[in-house]
Nanobody, 126 residues
Framework: VQLVESGGGLVQAGGSLRLSCAAS????????TGWFRQAPGKEREFLAA????????NYADSVKGRFTISRDNAKNTLYLQMNSLKPEDTAVYYC????????????????????WGQGTRVTVSS
């Protein structure tokens, strides 16, 4: 499967953005999928993961209650709705997919995840 993110941009603090991750090349519904981000000078950070059917999710504490992960397998697309954005949310956001991972372990397995998108930049101004 190949992944392409979109939807990043510049937004004021308190605003919202929805990121999309379009999948192609394989059966998207077979993969556990998630979102990560990397801010300048910082390590890559797990944000959220969602199971194959889109029924179960897992979030990092830093985004719980503000971000929502979802997927539409009919459209082969993963989403990240981001609300109440803060300047510290500024980063490059990546989607990832893995056949063998779980929503509970994806965050700790980032070095071995099978597929990554190229990233989309989000900048939150104060």
């Amino acid at each position: 499967v190949q992944l392409v993110e979109s939807g990043g941009g510049l937004v004021q603090a308190g605003g919202s953005l929805r990121l999309s991750c379009a999948a192609s090349g394989s059966v998207f519904s077979r993969y556990i999928t998630g979102w990560f981000r990397q801010a300048p000078g910082k390590e890559r950070e797990f944000l959220a993961a969602i199971d194959r059917r889109g029924e179960s999710t897992n979030y990092a504490d830093s985004v719980k209650g503000r971000f929502t992960i979802s997927r539409d397998n009919a459209k082969n697309t993963l989403y990240l709705q981001m609300n109440s954005l803060k300047p510290e949310d500024t980063a490059v956001y990546y989607c990832a997919a893995d056949y063998w991972s779980t929503i509970d372990t994806m965050g700790s397995e980032s070095e071995s995840l099978e597929v990554w998108g190229q990233g989309t930049r989000v900048t939150v101004s104060s």
